[in-house]
């Protein structure tokens, strides 16, 4: 690395600002709270530091010279100032929320809190103030959602003992002892109805012993979250603590990320907090995503009767990123069984996400016969990122032909599906007493001209899509004419007249060809006879703009 003058003294065109090393900058942060003295003295340690560095790796002829050393010390400065003045405001900014709460302002309903180096925008406060914080949420009576993330390394937050003797601690960091005395506080609250943690490693049995007589006692808590969180052995504390109450609405547990280990949460863990769900019959939304969930988590929702139950009122379930496919087990497709069995009786359910499971032919079975009960009412599906094969594919085109219900279909990055495979899903679209809104097929690389084609001609006969995602596929522009012909066909004031006019998007990775574009634009901006008339009269009449007034 060469220190040049331009290095040091460069400046931005656009202000006055100098550019300086990191080093710089980052020093700057430990003057605050220093005396005059000892913000100089650390200066010109810093100064020194940077600037022997730099030479050691230029060459001798190179120099940091005296007016260069001069403007790091002034930039230093500058920057010292800038970073004070953020400080200023943060600590204005946690101030004026201490006090909204504390004061009970009925106007402060929603509160997003986390530690000092929270990289959200979030109401940040010091460490030692957990504490209190706690106590004043306890006392709020106007609180209705508390959402509380505590960013960091897992290991850092000491989630076990071997954690504990890898990680020394620092004086401000924040502990399970803080975390215990801020639920003692906030378990005095009675207003709270929606209560999340996100990216939240200092769960204890403790905690969760508190938190149960806070579920308990609160009974205006309807919506649980807890994802990105760091549970360790606590899992079944948190099942007993599910299991001391019946009010929950929504409840949603995500564990997958990248800095989790993958052990923290398994099929054995995941089925015992999902069958302590069991009492919540006023459960409305499940989000089990990214949980391991396998044959036993299947199995125990099977056996919860959140679904079975005729009272049910679960209306969404969520288990995207779950390997619900489990070859070492004896039946591999047992776990998707049981998912269909449990849902054949259910009438309730209009949301359910499969995506990324890892079902096969002998669980897309059951699942498919599961879709053609008339119990099934579900509007939205998703089942992306699984293994299929165009037999598959064909019977389940043939049940969602007549899924009068289903408003949206997401079928993106479907493995192992052939060109004949996605050509059967088009005449989904056939039906026009068809609901479907939505379809998406992003990243089905067999997607190419001859299916654009296929779904083309289904769409003459659709009166109900409104979006198409067709994007990372393979069509070309003999592929896009398809779809500009179907919606409008300009053989005839009579084939105009009968071509699409409902579709108002076709999404891709790409610019789609300027007619198309049009057409769509046209579809969008009125209703389906005045796009009809407006694409006749700029055929057979080309002196009058096609979306014109």
Known sequence: MTLSDDDLTHRS?????????????????????MTSKDRSRVKQIYVDEIVTRYEQETSPSKR?????????????????????????QRIKTHQVVRRKISDNDPTFIVL???????????????????????KDIGKNTHIRDLQVQLFGEVNAFHVDNEHEEEVEEEEDDVTKEDMRQFF???????????????????????????????????????????????????????????????????????HRHENLPWEDMNDEKAAVIIQALSGHSRLRKLSLSGNQIGTGGCAALATSGLMQNPNSRLMELDLNDNPINDPEHLDADLGAKFLASMMLGNTSLTRLNLSCTDIRTNGWIAIIAMLRSR?????????????????????????????LTLKTLELRKCNGVSEAGLRAISSILQNRAMKLVKLDLTGNAQVNDNVAAAFAKSLTKNTSLKSLILDDNNITSEGWATFSQALCNKASYKETYNSNHTVQEI???DELPEDLEMLLECNRKNSVSQAAKKKIVQNFLRSVKMCGN
């Not at 065109?13 to 709270?33: N, Y």
């Not at 979030?122 to 504490?131: A, G, I, K, S």
């Not at 549970?231 to 929504?250: N, Q, R, V, Y």
């Open 184 to 254: 003692q506080g906030v378990s005095k609250n009675r207003s709270i109805e929606k209560l999340s943690f996100k990216h939240f490693h200092l769960f204890s049995k403790e905690c969760f012993r508190i938190l149960g007589e806070f579920f308990k006692t609160n009974k205006k808590l309807k919506s649980l979250s807890i994802s990105y969180c760091m549970l360790g052995d606590t899992h079944i504390d948190l099942a007993t603590a599910l299991a001391g109450f019946d009010s929950l609405t929504e409840f949603e547990l995500y």
């Open 112 to 134: 997003q809190i986390g530690p000092e180096e929270d990289p959200l925008e979030l109401v940040n406060f010091p460490t030692r103030d957990w504490v209190q914080f706690g």
């Open 13 to 33: 065109e656009e202000s006055d600002e100098t550019h300086l090393p990191d080093d710089a900058f980052f020093a700057s942060i430990l003057f605050e709270g």
């Open 375 to 403: 119990n099934c009412r579900l509007e939205h599906l998703s089942l992306s990122t699984n293994q299929f094969d165009d037999a598959t594919f064909k019977s389940l085109s043939d049940v969602l032909s007549n899924k």
């Open 507 to 509: 999404r891709f990775h």
């Open 64 to 88: 940091v010279t005296a007016a260069q050393k001069a403007q790091i010390k002034i930039d230093i400065i500058k920057k010292a100032r800038l970073y004070a003045f953020d400080e200023a």
